[in-house]
Every structure is written in C-alpha cells, then in structure tokens.
C-alpha cells in the first residue's frame, strides 16, 4: 500500500463546477499536511496548508480527517486556470522530516 | 532570482556514464531535499540535508546514488553507472527550518536521459 494515495483522475470538468479531490495517507502519526500544485513540465508549488480544523483560500477548502485519515481538497467556480496536478503531501511524522508526495490527480477544466 | 536553482536543465547521457547535477537552495534555507519524478508520479524522495549533515536516505536510493552538501549551501547528487530506469527529473527542494509545517521550495528540476 502506498503511503500517500490519490485517485489520478483526469477530472473533466466545466468552467464554474466545483470539484473535490480525495487523499488517504497511512501513518497516524503524520503531522502536518498540504496540496501542492504542479503544471505540465513544471515543479510543484505549495497551493496551501491543511490544517485539522479545516482551512479555506479564496475559491479552496481543505479539510482534515485524522480519525479516517484523509484529507480533501475543494475547489469552487472552476477557472480554465485550475487545470493542474493537484499533489496530496504529508509529512509522515517523527524522525521522517522529508515530504511524502502522492502521485497527484489530474483536473482539466473545459470551456 | 532568490528561488532554487539547479543545473543543468537537461542532460542526456549514455548507459554506463556518470553524471553529476548540482543545487543551489534558497540562501537562508538549511533544509535541503532530492527528488526524483517520473511521468504519472508524484516526486519519490531520495535524500534530506540539514546544513552539511545528511540525515535521510530512501530504500530508493540506491549505491550508485551519492549526494553532498559539503558546506551548507549548494548539494550535488552524482549517479554513476547510469541504467536506462535512471531517466527522470530529478528535483531538489529547500525550506527553512521551522518545524514539520513549512513550505519546501522546488527548483526547475533536471531532466535525466540516458539512452
């Protein structure tokens, strides 16, 4: 099992849709998380923190669940834009002190 | 430009050839990471410093992979004995040390062919 899964999509979605994006991680003793952002042939760039109390960005929501452990991403009015691979990272915890990446799930907003 | 900065952009080398990519971190970070991404992946994590000292290794990495900080501030990573499964970008990362909740800045990455 990996330890940080992601369904990899592509998400095809219209202009203006909401969209949400799932990630299970395996190690209860992660501590902290995010979503990065990363565009064809581009590095991966934070897009924001996830925090347990759940946390909102403009047009995003991410939320934590540590008793299920997942966390979720939410996208609202969908922008030609947001067409990207959206990365699920968890530092999995004590004495791991590098990021865990998933393997990313692809969204393309359409016309 | 403040951000990471890693190079070469691109190298193709033959199976067999070292090759050796160099990262410049961002000037106040002493975390400094190496990861490596191929198509339909996230980034796999190869190895961590802080400062000089290289405290995390990957199973992934294997003995033809040896990286250096030797000072601090910029790393090199070297492969040797190169494999065609070697092919893919290899990114080096850097963050400030503030806890497990903080930022890792990625560079532009370096495109590994070998053919």
């Known amino acids: 099992r990996k330890e940080v899964e992601q369904d990899p999509g592509p998400f095809n979605v219209p202009e203006g849709a909401t969209v949400a994006f799932n990630c299970t991680y395996s190690?209860?003793?992660?501590?902290?998380f995010f979503w990065y952002r990363q565009d064809c042939r581009k590095e991966p760039k934070l897009l924001m923190s996830?925090?347990?109390s759940g946390n909102e960005d403009g047009r995003f929501t991410a939320q934590l669940n540590r008793a299920s452990q997942y966390i979720s991403l939410l996208i609202r009015d969908s922008k030609l834009s947001d067409s990207a691979t959206y990365l699920c990272?968890?530092?999995?915890?004590?004495?791991?002190?590098?990021?865990?990446f998933g393997s990313g799930t692809r969204l393309q907003v359409q016309p | 430009d403040t951000g990471v900065s890693q190079d070469p952009r691109h190298k193709i080398t033959k199976r067999g050839q070292n090759v050796t990519f160099r990262c410049d971190p961002i000037?106040?970070?002493?975390?400094l990471y190496w990861y490596r991404q191929t198509l339909g992946q996230g980034p796999e994590f190869l190895t961590y410093f802080q400062n000089e000292a290289q405290l995390e290794k990957s199973r992934l990495l294997s003995d033809r992979f040896s990286a250096e900080r030797p000072k601090g501030s910029f790393s090199t990573l070297e492969i040797q004995r190169t494999e065609q499964g070697d092919s893919a970008m290899y990114l080096c990362a850097s963050s400030a040390h503030r806890g497990a909740d903080t930022e890792a800045f990625f560079g532009q990455g370096t495109r590994l062919t070998v053919v």
């Open positions: 000037s106040e970070h002493n975390r």
């Open positions: 990272v968890v530092n999995m915890g004590p004495g791991r002190r590098a990021l865990t």
């Open positions: 190690n209860s003793a992660s501590q902290s």
């Open positions: 996830v925090y347990s």
